[in-house]
């Protein structure tokens, strides 16, 4: 008796599918190379500027909107110049935040190839370049994140129009600040813009700024997030110890190492 699908019995033969195309090997994971991109110092203003910002964004909430009551307290002691205080803390802060305006700003020039003002500003070629790329990837039309080290192009050009906010934030402070002394230096120095806008609209100026920036923060951590994520570079990390891992390739061919190789 021949058993099914044995040889001799007609249409119960197995038949074996014909091979296909061998299946191409998966690329080799590209080697990555720690990189100390961030140097102490900018480290140390990036975590200042975001303490400041906390601190101001508080003080400044509760002077347009104070909802702690300065009453004394039945059969107790009276709760204390709070106003006073916050107006106090806001000021005092406010001037540590210029400090790391101007320290970020000197260093732009005496920072390291990733801290420098051309990664702000895209005056070189191959930064140009990565404009429409850095677009395209934010607006999910793109998979790849822009080939860069440091900051890609976009991200510089939004960090340029994020420190002007800080300037007029600012200096619309100050304004309002030299409002209690009509006749002080801070007058002098920042008085002169209620000639032409009112107190009120600077005061608005000042107040939509920091919705301005929360915003900017929202987005930042997400991109650092989306960027740490799909390349595994320690995105996010390298803010706390100034080192990211990066593909060889990148750092062979980077222009920010070659300097004279792009202008």
């Given at each position: 008796?021949?058993?099914?699908?044995?040889?001799?019995?007609?249409?119960?033969?197995?038949?074996?599918?014909?091979?296909?195309?061998?299946?191409?090997?998966?690329?080799?994971?590209?080697?990555?190379?720690?990189?100390?991109?961030?140097d102490v110092p900018l480290r140390v203003m990036h975590?200042?500027?975001?303490?400041?910002?906390?601190?101001?964004?508080?003080?400044?909430?509760?002077?347009?909107?104070?909802?702690?009551?300065?009453?004394?307290?039945?059969?107790?002691?009276?709760?204390?110049?709070?106003?006073?205080?916050?107006?106090?803390?806001?000021?005092?802060?406010?001037?540590?935040?210029?400090?790391?305006?101007?320290?970020?700003?000197?260093?732009?020039?005496?920072?390291?190839?990733?801290?420098?003002?051309?990664?702000?500003?895209?005056?070189?070629?191959?930064?140009?370049?990565?404009?429409?790329?850095?677009?395209?990837?934010?607006?999910?039309?793109?998979?790849?994140?822009?080939?860069?080290?440091?900051?890609?192009?976009?991200?510089?050009?939004?960090?340029?129009?994020?420190?002007?906010?800080?300037?007029?934030?600012?200096?619309?402070?100050?304004?309002?600040?030299?409002?209690?002394?009509?006749?002080?230096?801070m007058w002098a120095a920042t008085g002169w813009i209620?000639?032409?806008?009112?107190?009120?609209?600077?005061?608005?100026?000042?107040?939509?700024?920091?919705?301005?920036?929360?915003?900017?923060?929202?987005?930042?951590?997400?991109?650092?997030?989306?960027?740490?994520?799909?390349?595994?570079?320690?995105?996010?990390?390298?803010?706390?110890?100034?080192?990211?891992?990066?593909?060889?390739?990148?750092?062979?061919?980077?222009?920010?190492?070659?300097?004279?190789?792009?202008?």
């Amino acid at each position: 008796m021949t058993a099914p699908g044995a040889p001799g019995r007609p249409g119960t033969q197995a038949r074996v599918p014909p091979a296909g195309p061998p299946t191409p090997a998966a690329p080799a994971p590209p080697e990555l190379v720690r990189v100390r991109v961030w140097d102490v110092p900018l480290r140390v203003m990036h975590w200042t500027l975001v303490v400041t910002i906390i601190v101001l964004t508080a003080t400044g909430a509760y002077l347009a909107h104070p909802f702690l009551s300065p009453a004394q307290a039945p059969g107790g002691p009276a709760t204390g110049f709070i106003m006073g205080m916050a107006r106090a803390v806001h000021i005092t802060t406010g001037w540590i935040f210029v400090d790391v305006l101007i320290a970020r700003v000197a260093w732009a020039f005496a920072g390291n190839r990733w801290a420098r003002w051309d990664q702000l500003l895209p005056v070189r070629r191959h930064r140009r370049a990565l404009l429409r790329p850095s677009v395209e990837y934010y607006l999910f039309r793109r998979l790849e994140a822009p080939p860069v080290i440091g900051h890609n192009p976009l991200a510089g050009t939004t960090y340029l129009v994020l420190f002007a906010m800080f300037g007029v934030q600012a200096f619309t402070g100050f304004a309002l600040e030299s409002l209690v002394n009509p006749h002080g230096l801070m007058w002098a120095a920042t008085g002169w813009i209620f000639r032409f806008v009112q107190v009120p609209v600077v005061r608005l100026t000042h107040y939509l700024i920091m919705f301005f920036t929360w915003g900017f923060i929202i987005h930042h951590v997400y991109s650092a997030w989306l960027v740490d994520r799909e390349e595994r570079s320690g995105e996010i990390s390298s803010i706390f110890t100034g080192w990211k891992s990066v593909p060889r390739s990148r750092i062979d061919s980077a222009p920010e190492l070659h300097p004279g190789d792009d202008q």
